[in-house]
């Protein structure tokens, strides 16, 4: 059985930063893409960042330049900088991944911005 462990999330002042982790742990054998999404009270979930494992990075408009999505492959791990946090960056983020063609997410990290 595959479960995903997310970490990282915090209460922190509008510019501040943080850094969200999420392992992979369990029967893998390879992991094809991982990603974050989050969801703020009252609105649907919407993906922030995605890595597959090919290539490429990909962001929503509303984090490009501030948020930085990685990976370590060795460790099934997955992060997320972010930089200059906004109160609208205020959210449950989750992860995601693509693991033996199967989707498995995480049960959620709060991220909570102070103006």
């Known amino acids: 059985q595959v479960q995903l462990v997310e970490s990282g999330g915090d209460l922190v002042q509008a510019g501040g930063s943080l850094r969200l982790s999420c392992a992979a742990s369990g029967s893998i054998t390879s992991i094809q893409a991982m990603a974050w999404y989050r969801q703020a009270p009252g609105k649907e979930r919407e993906r922030v960042a995605t890595?597959?494992?090919?290539?490429?990075?990909s962001y929503i408009d509303s984090v490009k330049g501030r948020f930085t999505i990685s990976r370590d492959t060795a460790k099934n791990t997955v992060y997320l900088q972010m930089n200059s946090l906004k109160p609208e960056d205020t959210a449950l983020y989750f992860c995601?991944?693509?693991?033996?063609?199967?989707?498995?997410w995480g049960q959620g990290t709060q991220v909570t911005v102070s103006s």
């Open positions: 995601n991944m693509l693991i033996d063609y199967r989707g498995y």
């Open positions: 890595i597959p494992t090919v290539s490429g990075t």
